[in-house]
């Protein structure tokens, strides 16, 4: 543990000198971040801000959809913004709209759809498609998020398992809100969302990942936002997140990360 933590922090006094050679001088970067990476992020951003001596303000909100705190809405309505990191296709289709600086995105991690339930309630088997399809038909009510890993359940999985119609009335999709919360208050009885989003809820209990025969790993990215008034700082802040510095935290929370010129 001890040379774990030392190794740690070689890395970062590494880093920041880097970094610090990139950024000379302090600046307020602002980000835009949706719920996958936002658990590894909370606890790295004060590294970074301690290692570059940068002021990290952040928006949160999901990477798609049309709430009030959706990132796309947010670029839409003129706020200001050097750094979004969300989902990766998500990501690509706001550089091809002209909101991300050509050839700033970088892919950061790969992240696991999981299940949970509320905390003390029984746990179904989803060990096999078959048992997901079973545990899904017995259950009463089902809930998955507005973004990547609700779209793919609400349109491809439950298509994939031929129980969509089945589905209709008791799965619903939740906007803005963690599917994890309201899992724990007892609005549904089995969620499914990102492992990452997933793990800092309180009061449920996460079954494990889909089945490799249902999983979807959604990629998650960082990129420069063409409004942006501190692209270098933000460029330090996203060479930050994907350093092996940030790597145990990444990995902490539930997420692979993805080596540096990796093609996905």
């Known amino acids: 543990m001890r040379l774990s933590i030392n190794l740690r922090a070689v890395a ?4 920041s000198i880097c970094l610090l050679t990139v950024t000379a001088s302090a600046a307020e970067v602002r980000v835009m971040i949706s ?3 936002t658990a590894a992020y909370k606890v790295l951003v004060p590294e970074f801000e301690r290692a570059t001596g940068h002021k990290v303000l952040t928006a949160y909100g999901p990477s798609m959809g049309t709430t009030t705190n959706a990132i796309p809405i947010r670029l839409e309505r ?3 913004a050097d750094v979004l990191i969300m989902v990766g296709y998500a990501l690509e289709d706001l550089a091809k709209n002209g909101k991300v600086i050509a050839g700033s995105s970088v892919d950061l991690v790969k992240s696991p759809i999981a299940v949970a339930v509320k905390s003390g309630t029984p746990k179904p088997d989803i060990s096999t498609a078959d048992a997901v399809k079973r545990a899904l038909l017995a259950a009463k ?3 998955y998020s507005d973004s990547a890993s609700g779209v793919y359940v609400s349109t491809e999985m439950f298509d994939k398992l031929g129980i969509k119609e089945a589905m209709e009335g008791k799965a619903r999709k939740i906007p803005a809100t963690p599917v994890g919360e309201i899992v724990a208050h007892g609005d549904a009885e089995i969620g499914f969302q ?3 989003e997933l793990k800092p809820v309180e009061g449920i209990d996460i079954i494990g990942p889909l089945p490799n025969e249902l999983q979807k790993i959604t990629v998650f990215s960082a990129g420069i936002a063409t409004v942006s008034k501190e692209p270098d700082a933000g460029k330090a802040l996203i060479k930050f997140l994907a350093s092996p ?3 145990a935290e990444i990995v902490k ?3 692979d990360p993805i080596p540096a010129g990796a093609t996905n």
Request: net charge neutral.
């Open 12 to 15: 970062l006094a590494i880093l």
């Open 35 to 37: 719920g996958g990476l």
């Open 78 to 80: 003129g706020e200001p």
């Open 141 to 143: 009510t089902i809930a």
């Open 194 to 196: 990102q492992m990452s």
């Open 245 to 247: 510095a940030a790597r």
């Open 253 to 255: 929370s539930g997420m």
